[in-house]
């Protein structure tokens, strides 16, 4: 193959790549829309857990997600200590549409997240902000 066979060849390559990409960032569009399920402070008021419900369209399912935050930082951390789906229908849907969960706090630096044991969990973090999160799955 020529220099000038390559230099054809890695031009096509470019524009290859690029149209890709600008196709795979078209489709990822913010549809998605959060709704608040609840919103809990702790005990000592310095921080609180929002559950809420994510729904991004119809070619996906609800989440159900937790995030924990200083008050009045509603939003501001989205799914930042748990996030679940129903696993193609395998755990209960509760009634906002995504996954059973279920959040307390214990103490004023520690949170109980229960959920369905049949859920896809694809965050799950041991800490956030400084508040200890302890997770239980319940069969249902």
């Not at 044991?117 to 200890?132: H, L, M, P």
Request: charged share 20%; proline share 4%; glycine share 10%.
């Amino acid at each position: 193959m020529t220099l000038r066979h390559w230099a054809v060849a890695i031009g096509h390559m470019e524009r290859a790549i690029i149209a890709t990409t600008l196709a795979l960032l078209g489709g990822c569009s913010e549809t998605c829309s959060n709704t608040a399920v609840t919103t809990v402070n702790a005990p000592d008021g310095k921080h609180q857990v929002e559950l809420f419900q994510r729904d991004c369209g119809a070619t996906t399912g609800f989440s159900t997600q937790v995030s924990i935050s200083e008050p009045g930082d509603e939003g501001a951390a989205r799914g930042n200590a748990f996030v679940a789906d129903d696993n193609h229908g395998a755990a209960v849907a509760a009634a906002w549409g995504g996954p059973w969960v279920n959040v307390k706090w214990t103490s004023p630096k520690a949170l109980l997240v229960q959920f369905d044991a049949k859920s896809r969990v694809f965050k799950q973090v041991a800490e956030v902000k400084g508040v200890r999160v302890t997770y239980e799955p319940v069969p249902h």
